[in-house]
C-alpha cells in the first residue's frame, strides 16, 4: 500500500531569506524613561544578539520607531499628548533607538526623513523606518522594501507584544510573509497571547534558535522538511512575564 504525502507546512520559516524587525526599542519606553514599558530593558540584551546576527550574516535589519508629532498619531494617546505628554518627540533623546541595537551607537535618528515615510539607512542592510500606527505596514514603504529585498520571513522582536508586534504579525500573516516571533526578546508576551499567534501559523522561538538558524549553526534543510522548516515551540513553554 502506497504512502499518503504529508502536506508541506507553508508557514515553516525561511531564515535564509528573512528580515529582522525590530520594534519601537526607543529610550522613552526603557527602563527610566517617559514612558517605560515593563520588560523592554531586561530584553534588550537579547534583541541585540539577534541584531549582531542578523548583521553577521549580511540579512536585512529593520528598526521600525515611533515619532510622535501632531495628531498623526495613535487615538488612544493623542489626547494626552495635545496635553504635552512629552513622548518619542522628533529629535529628542528619547526618540532615539536603544544605542546597543545599531551598529554605531551614536547614529542620531534623521527625524525629516523618517516623518518623509523614508527609509534612513543605517548600514549595509540595515534601515530604519517610522510607522505613525500599530502595524509596521500601516502607511509605510515596509511592504515593498521586503520585497525588493526578496523576503519572505519577518522575524519580529521588540516592544510592546499586545500592541505593535501584534498588529505587525497579522499585518504581515495577511501578505503571506511566514512570521517569526522572538518569544524571549519581546516585552509583553504572555502564553495566551502567543497561543493567538500560534493559531495564525506564527513560529514562536527563542533567541537562542533563531541565531542558530542565522548563523549557520543549524541544518534548517532536514530530511524531508521544506527549507527553513522548524519546529514550533509550544506557547505555553513562554514566560508569563507582561508589559
Known amino acids: 500500500m502506497g504512502t499518503t504525502a504529508q ?3 507553508l508557514t515553516a520559516p525561511h531564515f535564509d531569506s528573512s528580515a529582522l524587525l525590530v520594534i519601537d526599542v526607543q529610550v522613552d519606553f526603557l527602563d527610566g524613561g ?3 514599558i515593563a520588560g523592554t530593558s531586561d530584553r534588550l540584551p537579547r534583541m541585540a544578539a539577534l541584531a549582531a546576527v542578523y548583521r553577521s550574516a549580511a540579512r536585512p535589519i529593520v528598526h521600525v520607531v ?3 508629532d501632531g495628531d498623526d498619531v495613535d487615538l488612544v ?3 494626552a499628548l495635545r496635553a504635552g505628554a512629552r513622548m518619542v518627540r522628533p529629535g529628542s533623546p528619547g526618540a532615539q533607538i536603544a544605542p546597543q541595537l545599531l551598529p554605531d551607537p551614536e547614529l542620531a535618528l534623521d527625524s525629516g526623513t523618517l516623518l518623509a515615510a523614508e527609509l534612513q539607512t543605517v548600514g549595509d542592510n540595515e534601515v530604519v523606518m517610522w510607522k505613525p500606527r500599530w502595524s509596521a505596514f500601516h502607511r ?8 525588493r529585498l526578496g523576503v519572505d520571513t519577518v522575524v519580529l522582536a521588540g516592544c510592546n507584544f499586545p500592541n505593535c508586534p501584534r498588529a505587525t504579525l497579522f499585518d504581515a500573516s495577511q501578505r503571506d510573509y511566514r512570521v517569526v516571533v522572538v518569544e524571549d526578546a519581546t516585552s509583553g508576551v504572555t502564553p495566551e497571547r502567543l497561543a493567538d499567534a500560534v493559531a495564525l501559523g506564527v513560529h514562536t522561538l527563542p533567541t537562542e534558535t ?3 538558524h542565522v548563523s549557520g549553526r543549524s541544518d534548517t534543510r ?3 522538511q521544506e527549507q527553513g522548516q ?3 515551540v509550544a506557547p505555553t513553554a513562554v514566560s508569563s512575564q507582561s508589559a
Do not use: C, E, K, Q
Not at 140 to 147: A, N
Open 34 to 36: 517617559a514612558w517605560t
Open 7 to 9: 502536506p508541506r507546512d
Open 230 to 232: 522548524v519546529d514550533r
Open 222 to 224: 532536514g530530511t524531508g
Open 140 to 147: 509605510t514603504p515596509l511592504d515593498d522594501h521586503l520585497r
Open 210 to 212: 533563531v541565531i542558530r
Open 66 to 68: 515611533r515619532l510622535y
Open 77 to 79: 494617546r493623542r489626547a
